[in-house]
Every structure is written in structure tokens, then in C-alpha cells.
T-cell receptor, first 114, second 108 residues
Framework: DAGITQSPRHKVTETGTPVTLRCHQT?????MYWYRQDPGHGLRLIHY???????DKGEVSDGYSVSRSKTEDFLLTLESATSSQTSVYFC?????????????FGEGSWLTVV | AQRVTQPEKLLSVFKGAPVELKCNYS??????LFWYVQYSRQRLQLLLR??SRESIKGFTADLNKGETSFHLKKPFAQEEDSAMYYC??????????FGKGTRLHILP
């Protein structure tokens, strides 16, 4: 599992409240990613990070912000949750193996916005 | 445009029959390609990457640059192969682009 843990694993929150999801890794990987997974859409990249304080937007970044103040933690924040953000959120890291990179995923965080 | 296409949302195959999950990509350059499998409500697990040319759980995938394809194959389907399968591409900016996935359903 490449030492990736996500928290919380399950959360129900109300529309308009802020929510922060945490991704923690123990193996000093440089690249970290946040995806959301929705039926019919597969996995879509929200934000990614290529180092401490270096982040960039993915294809569905609206309504989300991220922070990476330490190598091991990549936080995803929904400033004001909406029902359209009900989804499963996966964190991932990129690890160099041999001549190429391999991507490993966390176990997912199920978020329901009511 | 960089894109991964999995044309089948659902593929139903009888146990013991051959399986082929299709994946086509659009990318200018040499991509790094992967197949991931996701069992019900679990994390995505790496199944294959084209660089390693290995076989996992009886699955293989060959990169065909001429056809820009990376189809996943298995000669004899097993019931435990029922899952969601995602093809993915890692581009030179270290972004991972996923297809929308194919649900494989193995019929008894």
C-alpha cells in the first residue's frame, strides 16, 4: 500500500460546511495526488503536488483547495461543501520503480454532503 | 489531447472464456501505461504496467504503439476477476490520466 493512509474514511457533512481530507504517506514520496471517483466518470484529478508547497490544479479543481506544508501530508479542503461534491476521494502517490513510475492509491474517503 | 479511452462500460464473460478489456490512448510521445483493478469498495490496485511486461493473476497487456492500444487480456476468466478495471496513462508532467473504467462481470 506504499504507506498511504487517508482520513477520515467516511464522513457525512452538511451543505455549506468546510471539510478537510487528509492524505498521509510514510515513504517520503515527492508526488501526491487527489482524485474523485464518480459513476460514469471514472477517476478525475482534482489537484496534485510535486513537493512541499508546490501544487497544481487538475481537471476538476473548482471548489477544492489543497495544501502541502510537509512532505508526508497532502490536505484536500472543500471550503463550502456542496451536494455535487458527494463522492469517493482517493489519494495517490507516485513512486519510481526501476525505469518507470508506479502510482499507488490510498483506501479512499467516502464523503456525503447532505 | 491526452486521453485514455475504454470503450466498454460493462463486459460480461462466461467463466473459462477469454477476456479482453480494451484501452486506447491519445498521447504525443512515449507514455507510461498501467492497468488498475478495483474490487468492490476497495482501493485501486496496480495490476500491470507496460514497462515491466509482467503477468499478474494471469493477465497480460501489450503496448501497441501503431494502434495506440494497451488491451488487457486473460485466456481463461475466473469468477474472482469480477471487478472494475481502469486503464491509465502517466504523462511527462507526472499527471495520471484515467479511462472511465470497464466493469468486468464473470458469469458462472
Amino acid at each position: 500500500d506504499a504507506g498511504i493512509t487517508q482520513s477520515p474514511r467516511h464522513k457525512v457533512t452538511e451543505t455549506g460546511t468546510p471539510v478537510t481530507l487528509r492524505c498521509h504517506q510514510t515513504e517520503n514520496h515527492r508526488y501526491m495526488y487527489w482524485y474523485r471517483q464518480d459513476p460514469g466518470h471514472g477517476l478525475r484529478l482534482i489537484h496534485y503536488s510535486y513537493g512541499v508547497k508546490d501544487t497544481d490544479k487538475g481537471e476538476v479543481s473548482d471548489g477544492y483547495s489543497v495544501s502541502r506544508s510537509k512532505t508526508e501530508d497532502f490536505l484536500l479542503t472543500l471550503e463550502s461543501a456542496t451536494s455535487s461534491q458527494t463522492s469517493v476521494y482517493f489519494c495517490a502517490i507516485s513512486e519510481l520503480q526501476g525505469s518507470g513510475n508506479t502510482i499507488y492509491f490510498g483506501e479512499g474517503s467516502w464523503l456525503t454532503v447532505v | 489531447a491526452q486521453r485514455v479511452t475504454q470503450p466498454e462500460k460493462l463486459l460480461s464473460v462466461f467463466k473459462g472464456a477469454p477476456v479482453e478489456l480494451k484501452c486506447n490512448y491519445s498521447y504525443s510521445g512515449s507514455p507510461e501505461l498501467f492497468w488498475y483493478v478495483q474490487y468492490s469498495r476497495q482501493r485501486l490496485q496496480l495490476l500491470l504496467r507496460h514497462i515491466s511486461r509482467e503477468s499478474i493473476k494471469g493477465f497480460t497487456a501489450d503496448l501497441n504503439k501503431g494502434e495506440t492500444s494497451f488491451h488487457l487480456k486473460k485466456p481463461f476468466a475466473q469468477e474472482e476477476d469480477s471487478a472494475m478495471y481502469y486503464c491509465a496513462l502517466l504523462n511527462r508532467d507526472d499527471k495520471i490520466i484515467f479511462g472511465k473504467g470497464t466493469r468486468l462481470h464473470i458469469l458462472p
